[in-house]
């Protein structure tokens, strides 16, 4: 892939969920940038991949991680930290979904969501705080969604980790808003990654209901009526994180076709 000479270049980036849909798009433009970045997920094959396909080592190297365990995330940073250098932009995007009707909503599914999209996102922050502190610089971005801001039926344990997530960015941005460290959230509606897929197919496995009319239910919030693209999100994270965004912090920043929340 082509490397630009950025401002951003030579920075060390880490991006969680980087195996598939958003996080391999967002890995991907941060290289394009000439950022080296650490990915991390579950899935060794297919972080091999992404990385493969950014140019390998001098680019991009990869961690298998579980972000539920402390101890796992400590040993990825210090992997990563051992082939880049100390992390200076860190984007939390590995989450999880799940729908169910809140009496169907047991304990273990509940710790499940908020163990992988609250307390993966805080174990990452604890990670890389220090290195930005002590860099006097740092950009985070938390993929959220558009859940995290309102209500919504049959995905309580989803909506409620989200609404922490956005929290905890809320929390971080003004105690490091002196510190040029900048914390912000990004809210997509829909987007078209294997859980909305998933999604779609769990309505038409229940309802009978066609793809096509599971896809339509999906984005009738939507006033462009579509599924929001990664891409669309990766260029939103690096807005936030490229020069000329130093003043926009603890912001949710919604991607949704209009829709109002």
């Not at 579980?66 to 940073?77: E, K, L, N, P, W």
């Not at 009707?101 to 992988?116: G, H, S």
């Not at 009978?208 to 009738?220: H, I, K, P």
């Amino acid at each position: 892939m082509s490397i630009r000479r950025t401002q951003l270049a030579g920075l060390h980036a880490v991006v969680t969920g980087a195996s598939r849909g958003i996080g391999a798009d967002i890995a991907a433009a941060l290289v394009a940038d000439g950022v080296r970045v650490s990915l991390l997920g579950r899935d060794a094959e297919a972080l091999r991949r992404v990385a493969d396909r950014l140019g390998g080592d001098e680019h991009a190297r990869f961690m298998t991680t579980d972000v539920t365990d402390c101890d796992s995330v400590a040993q990825a940073f210090e992997a990563a930290r051992g082939q880049f250098g100390p992390v200076q932009l860190l984007i939390n995007n590995a989450g999880q979904a799940a729908s169910a009707k809140f009496t169907d909503t047991d304990e273990k599914l509940w710790n499940q969501l908020f163990a992988v999209n609250l307390h993966g996102t805080y174990a990452c922050c604890r990670q890389a705080v220090p290195d930005m502190l002590s860099a006097g610089f740092g950009r985070i971005v938390n993929v959220a969604s558009i859940a995290g801001l309102r209500g919504a039926a049959y995905i309580s344990a989803y909506v409620s980790s989200k609404h922490a997530v956005i929290g905890l960015t809320r929390a971080l941005a003004l105690e490091y808003a002196a510190r040029n460290i900048t914390v912000n959230a990004v809210c997509p509606g829909y987007v078209d990654t294997d859980i909305v897929k998933g999604a779609i197919a769990n309505i038409v496995s229940k309802t009978g209901r066609s793809e096509a009319d599971a896809l339509a239910a999906l984005v009738a919030n939507n006033p462009q009526r579509r599924l929001i693209e990664p891409r669309e999100v990766a260029d939103t994270v690096m807005w936030l994180c490229r020069p000329g965004s130093e003043s926009v912090t603890g912001q949710s920043i919604v991607l949704a076709g209009g829709e109002v929340t």
